[in-house]
């Protein structure tokens, strides 16, 4: 389950899922066939250094006017059938690189909210993911972010619950729950992705093992964000690192073991490079033990 480097273990789950390498995927699949300027709907990915490659390859996201030339794919995230539509009106090419998870929670949401449901996503207000998840609602969604919101919910007659695809699971669990209480005529669908499942269970039994965690991945990153506060709850000091350059504003000696995790939109060698550097900083000035103590 886990990888070690000497002292330093990485999660093996950490890095991109399925969906978000599935859009890179078709992105720049589509950029080697040179079918003119390739535009993405919003940022790819939450992730600075895959933006900066794909920009490199002349692949941007929207910004204001739309092109008048050129590809357009709806990204990782999707859309609502509003902004498909304004899309769709652009008259260019539209490719779907739309997180199959994601698919399924749309169109559950989209079935729930035709029979007269009100549908609650549990999940982060704004986020694209969520925004789009809302669109299919017909108007009756809800967004909320955890148990302490639930009681403000005005929720009469039938109530669907789903989650955005990478929301913390203990959260989730908990906040259906108390939402089963209150409302009789309740539907509740677990749909936060295998991949974060994997990966927030396998950090919680890293945090659990080690001095310190470096959690990597964009600081606009919802679901690396969540990691972090997951090692927090644990009660493990926590390091958030977008590249291995960060590294270097903290002081990593004092922990003798460090655990690794990243985020569904960190590339695997962005991980690779922060556990280098980690490595050689350790190696230039030692490690000295702090907090928990071995046994045995």
Request: hydrophobic share 35%; charged share 25%.
């Amino acid at each position: 389950m886990l990888r070690a480097v000497n002292m330093i273990k990485c999660v093996r789950n950490a890095g991109f899922c399925m969906g978000v390498k599935r859009a890179l995927d078709i992105v720049l699949g589509l950029n080697t066939k040179g079918m003119g300027p390739l535009y993405t709907d919003g940022p790819l990915i939450h992730n600075p250094q895959i933006i900066s490659l794909l920009e490199e390859k002349g692949i941007k996201p929207l910004a204001g006017k739309s092109p008048s030339r050129g590809i357009i794919v709806i990204r990782a995230h999707g859309v609502s059938p509003a902004r498909r539509e304004e899309l769709a009106r652009t008259g260019l090419p539209i490719h779907d690189a739309t997180c199959p998870n994601v698919t399924k929670v749309q169109a559950i949401v989209s079935d729930y909210s035709r029979r007269g449901y009100t549908i609650v996503i549990v999940g982060d207000r704004g986020h694209s993911e969520v925004e789009g998840l809302l669109g299919f609602a017909g108007g009756l969604g809800r967004v909320i972010g955890g148990t302490g919101e639930v009681d403000s919910l005005p929720m009469a007659g039938k109530v669907c619950v789903v989650a955005q695809t990478t929301q913390d699971i203990q959260l989730f669990k908990e906040t259906a729950e108390r939402i089963r209480k209150r409302v009789p005529d309740c539907e509740v669908f677990d749909t936060i992705c295998l991949s974060t499942k994997k990966r927030q269970k396998e950090t919680i039994g890293l945090a659990r093992n080690v001095d310190a965690m470096v959690v990597v991945g964009g600081k606009n990153s919802a679901n690396t964000g969540r990691l972090v506060k997951i090692c927090e709850a644990v009660g493990t000091t926590v390091f958030p690192v977008e590249s291995e350059r960060d590294l270097d504003s903290f002081s990593l000696r004092p922990f003798r073991r460090i655990g690794v995790t990243g985020g569904a939109s960190t590339p695997r060698w962005v991980i690779e490079r922060v556990v280098q550097r980690i490595e050689a900083l350790r190696a230039r000035g030692g490690a000295r033990k702090r907090g928990k103590r071995e046994r045995g």
